[in-house]
């Protein structure tokens, strides 16, 4: 399943993926397998369920803002939940009740 243009889903019996996308930049020394430009799917994290998946992208990418200030995480968190909510069949934040 593809989540946006960066990362997607894939499962086995026993886990959900979480892929990263990545592009062939150049040679490293040795012989590429791949071309330059190719994009292939790098596993970066294996969870239980789907919706485990999507809390740690949402972790990875606020973590990912360098935490510079509010505004940059506070914006970082509203285009994450308009994804997630973009996302047919799953849970949304909204969704989630509220612990005390």
Same mark, same amino acid.
């Given at each position: 399943? $593809? $989540? ?68 940059? $995480? ?9 994804? $997630? ?16």
């Amino acid at each position: 399943m $593809i $989540i946006n243009e960066n990362y997607k889903l894939e499962s086995d019996s026993s886990n959900i993926t979480l892929l990263e996308r990545n592009v062939v930049s150049g040679k490293r020394g040795r012989p590429p397998l791949k071309e330059v430009g190719e994009v292939y799917w790098t596993p970066i994290a294996y969870f239980s369920n789907p919706q485990k998946a999507l809390c740690y992208l949402v972790q990875k990418e606020i973590n990912g803002t360098g935490m510079r200030d509010l505004k940059t $995480i506070v914006d970082k968190i509203s285009k994450l939940e308009k994804l $997630i909510n973009s996302l047919h069949g799953l849970p949304t934040l909204s969704d989630t009740p509220e612990k005390h």
